[in-house]
């Protein structure tokens, strides 16, 4: 049995954030990681970052590794590289869960444990997510060098990258049969500049090719897809936290001190929000670290 002060389930941005914090609080932390951030797609395509102040243009991978070098210089903080498992209330107001073949107790728990994307099934899109085909601009547009972008509806909420997207280039909306505009939507899309495309996709090839039904090609500099998320882990259902409904699927609802709806655990990162980035990860994992920390006092 391992027991330890605080749990972090997820050792990526916001789990490094929240466990710097009660590290430096002299505090006993442990970090569970299964090691798939969700941005691990860009490593592979030996992209880089964008957004996070002083680290623009880094490999992902290296502003993690980096950070958690710098955490595990804290004697007090534990690392298990695997997956938590089986989260439970256990005596006494602790958590129990599974992790590296070990029982864990934890007094408090910060879930950081991130989402998984599932993107619309157009052939090719898959093996380009990260390289060429993206969902925020802001991280990933500038790139594209104010060239042809493409936009792969999903459904309705294709509306917001159609009308900014053409602040990073010449947007090209494809419906592909899964969303019909309202006309004032168009006059949007008209008013903006974002061309509109009713015949649906074939396929995806090389770059950013976009093969339609019809024989034609229209080649573009990258395209925006709208995935589905689902949460990475189960812990928090496991736990009870109430989740919210997002425009693109669920996530674990919390407070402004990142507290979910069960005392003494926390959430933060894409897990406990709409829709999220480095920096937002790293500013919510301090916030649920310091709010744990209090908590435990207060
Ligand atoms: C293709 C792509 C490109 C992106 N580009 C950018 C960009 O340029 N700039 C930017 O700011 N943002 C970018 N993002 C968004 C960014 O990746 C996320 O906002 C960020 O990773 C969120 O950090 P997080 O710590 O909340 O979750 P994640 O980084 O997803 O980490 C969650 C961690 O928890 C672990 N985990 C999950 N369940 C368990 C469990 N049960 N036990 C143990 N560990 C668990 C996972 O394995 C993972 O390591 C991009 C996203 C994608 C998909």
């Not at 502003?63 to 089986?86: F, K, N």
């Not at 090209?172 to 008209?190: D, H």
Request: aromatic share 6%; with cysteine.
């Amino acid at each position: 049995m391992l027991e330890t002060d605080f749990a972090v389930i997820g050792g990526s941005y916001a789990g490094l954030s929240a466990a710097l914090q009660l590290a430096r609080a002299r505090r006993k932390v442990l970090v569970v990681d299964a090691g798939q951030r969700r941005n691990r797609f860009v490593d592979e395509a030996g992209g880089t970052s964008h957004g996070f102040l002083s680290r623009d243009g880094q490999a992902p991978g290296a502003i993690a590794a980096e950070a958690r070098q710098q955490l595990l210089r804290y004697p007090t903080v534990q690392w298990i590289d695997g997956t938590a498992e089986d989260a439970a209330l256990a005596e006494a107001g602790r958590f129990a869960f599974r992790a590296g073949g070990r029982s864990v107790h934890a007094g408090r728990l910060i879930l950081a444990t991130g989402v998984r994307d599932e993107l619309p099934a157009v052939p090719g899109l898959q093996e380009r997510w990260g390289r060429s085909v993206f969902h925020c601009p802001y991280c990933h547009g500038y790139e594209l060098d104010a060239g042809a972008i493409g936009i792969i509806a999903s459904g309705a909420v294709a509306q917001h990258h159609a009308t900014m997207l053409p602040d990073w280039g010449q947007a090209t909306l494809f419906l592909n049969g899964a969303y019909q505009p309202t006309e004032e939507e168009l006059a949007t899309f008209a008013r903006r500049g974002t061309r509109v495309e009713a015949m649906p996709i074939a396929r995806i090839t090389g770059v950013a090719e976009v093969v339609l039904t019809d024989g034609r090609t229209l080649a573009m500099n990258g395209l925006f897809a709208q995935p589905r998320t689902h949460l990475a882990s189960p812990v928090a259902e496991q736990l009870g936290c109430a989740l919210t409904q997002g425009p693109t699927g669920a996530f674990i609802q919390v407070d402004a001190m990142q507290q979910t709806s069960v005392p003494n655990v926390f959430a933060c990162g894409d897990a406990a929000r709409a829709a999220g980035n480095v920096a937002i990860a790293v500013a919510e994992g301090a916030m649920a670290g310091v709010a744990a920390h209090r908590a435990s006092m207060f």
